[in-house]
């Protein structure tokens, strides 16, 4: 078996970063090759360090790193797309909390990398010139579930496959999609979606440029059922629920 080169490049955009030391920053960054991958940029926080500006987050970058005992670390970054400019204003800067938030809790399990990659560009981009930051969230949230392979069911119950047909639904989480009136679990919790809303529903699931397409914003049933949804893949509520639940209802159609 050939031992892995100390050294490597990877693609890369930063997720978070919290000091070490009096000097130096660990990141967070998902790679395009390797997933998450926390690795040290050292003297970072001098004035004059050459790495400072290039790892902003969600900053895109061209990484050099070299492997380490316990954490790799960064030799050089090249700027591939810079974010962070964009995302000053404080909704779209909020959003972007709430994006990174799921990639990060997501990215502890085993799946297609390049692809949960390509989604992240693309919702960044998006993010970046979106009047409407609020929008994307519940977007991505069921587009990052279908890459992952978790994608509810919302074309017919997830039981019985019977066409909903303008009719109510409700969000069968255990099962993994949307029930009928019959099929339904029948708890006083079971978050109830109106026949728009499963038009909703199904409309945000919808393939947009990059997986990600701020068109369409969900009513406040089915922002709920996407966010349910989630939290049942993670097992817990992320940090951010509070925000996300002002960024995603506020202003949406009932």
């Known amino acids: 078996m050939s031992t892995p080169q100390r050294s490597y490049k990877t693609a890369g955009i930063v997720l978070r970063a919290r000091n070490l030391g009096e000097a130096d920053k660990i990141f967070t ?20 360090s050459l790495l400072a500006g290039r790892l902003e987050f969600v900053t895109e970058a061209s990484l050099s790193l070299h492997r380490g005992r316990s954490l790799d670390v960064i030799t050089s970054a ?15 800067f909020a959003t972007a909390h709430v994006i ?20 992240l560009r693309g919702v960044l981009r998006a993010l970046s010139t979106s009047t409407d930051p609020a929008a994307l969230v519940p977007r991505f949230q069921l587009r990052l579930l279908g890459t992952l392979g978790y994608a509810p069911e919302s074309d017919a119950c997830v039981r019985c496959n019977e066409a909903f047909d303008d009719r109510a639904a409700w969000a069968d989480l255990e099962a993994g999609g949307l029930a009928c009136e019959r099929c339904r679990p029948h708890r006083a919790d079971v978050l109830a979606l109106g026949p728009s809303d499963v038009a909703n529903f199904r409309g945000l699931a919808a393939w947009g440029e990059n997986g990600v397409r701020p068109a369409t914003r969900a009513t406040i049933a089915a922002a709920r059922a996407v966010d349910a949804f989630v939290t049942w893949q993670l097992g817990k509520r992320t940090k951010s629920s509070r925000m996300l639940d002002e960024l995603t209802y506020r202003g949406a159609s009932a």
């Open 29 to 48: 960054i998902f790679t395009l090759e390797n997933g998450k991958v926390d690795a040290v940029g050292k003297g970072v926080r001098r004035p004059k």
């Open 78 to 92: 090249e700027i591939l797309v810079e974010h962070w400019r964009a995302i000053v204003e404080p909704d779209a």
């Open 100 to 119: 990174v938030e799921l990639i990060d809790a997501f990215s502890e399990r085993e799946y297609a990398m390049p692809d949960v990659y390509a989604l």
